[in-house]
């Protein structure tokens, strides 16, 4: 990878944004995300994904030295659709994909934030959609998922304003599950991923895909694969373990099957 750095520890897969010197999301970064994805994805050894920036942001947005390459609407409509292309995968992904967000997630950056799972900041980072301030409105979703998040009210105003929040403030919004000093924020996330890891990878899979159904206001649907889902999980070696260990006072033995 020429833009990411990816490590593996303990069923936890790091993906570091590796752009100097704002981890702009350009066409090749968004690319590589997504070559990201396939290999961790195909790779059981891992269970969980931490996306993180090197240096002094998450991602500042989208490189805009790139958009002056595209020369008409259409253009701009393939660029806009790479991006959320990748992004809806993250938002579907079958493994749990924590972002950790220091410095800032403005614009691009904010969009790849939204569309993770959890979201962890650190109190002072600023997380924004700037686009109105160039004339331009967001292109890898951020009209949709923002107010998925915070209320279609606060997004208005984000968005018509330009104006950053902090992270203890994205916190309080609901943009962020929670926010921390910068020296314990990727610790925390780690941490955070290794727990999710000791879960059963059947369970997880499954509690993902419910919870597309209810991100897209699709209860009655959502519901009745609920209850699909409910009898795999509990026919599954895990769901069986899981259940006996219960019974039996001990820690359960996942085998992710």
């Known amino acids: 990878m020429e833009f990411l750095q990816i490590e593996k520890q303990n069923k936890v897969a790091t993906i570091k944004l590796n752009r100097a010197p704002a981890n702009a ?19 059981n050894s891992v269970k969980a994904i931490v996306i993180l920036g090197e240096g002094r942001f998450f991602s500042a947005g989208a490189d805009i030295k790139e958009f002056t390459e595209v020369t008409d609407e259409k253009g701009f409509a393939e660029l806009g659709k790479k991006g959320q292309d990748v992004f809806n995968r993250i938002e579907q992904f079958s493994k749990p994909v924590i972002a950790a967000i220091h410095g800032a997630a403005l614009g691009g ?6 569309s993770c799972h959890i979201r962890l900041v650190a109190d002072d980072a600023k997380l924004g959609l700037p686009e109105l301030t160039l004339g331009l409105v967001p292109g890898f979703a951020g009209t949709q998922r923002l107010p998925q998040l915070v209320g279609v009210p606060k997004a208005c105003e984000m968005l018509l304003s330009s104006k950053p929040i902090s992270g203890k403030d994205a916190v309080t919004y609901g943009l962020a599950n929670s926010s921390y000093p910068t020296e314990e924020l990727f610790e925390k996330a780690y941490k955070m991923a290794e727990e999710f890891s000791m879960k059963s990878a ?3 899979k499954y509690t993902l895909e419910l919870l597309n159904y209810a991100r897209h206001g699709l209860y009655e649907k959502g519901a009745e694969k609920e209850q699909e889902l409910f009898g795999k999980a509990f026919k599954s070696f895990d769901g069986q373990e899981g259940i006996s260990a219960f019974i039996e006072k001990r820690k359960p033995e996942f085998q992710d099957r």
């Open 202 to 204: 059947v369970s997880i």
């Open 109 to 114: 950056g904010l969009e790849l934030a939204m």
């Open 25 to 43: 999301l350009s066409t090749g970064v968004i690319a590589e995300i997504d070559k990201a994805l396939d290999q961790i994805e195909n790779d």
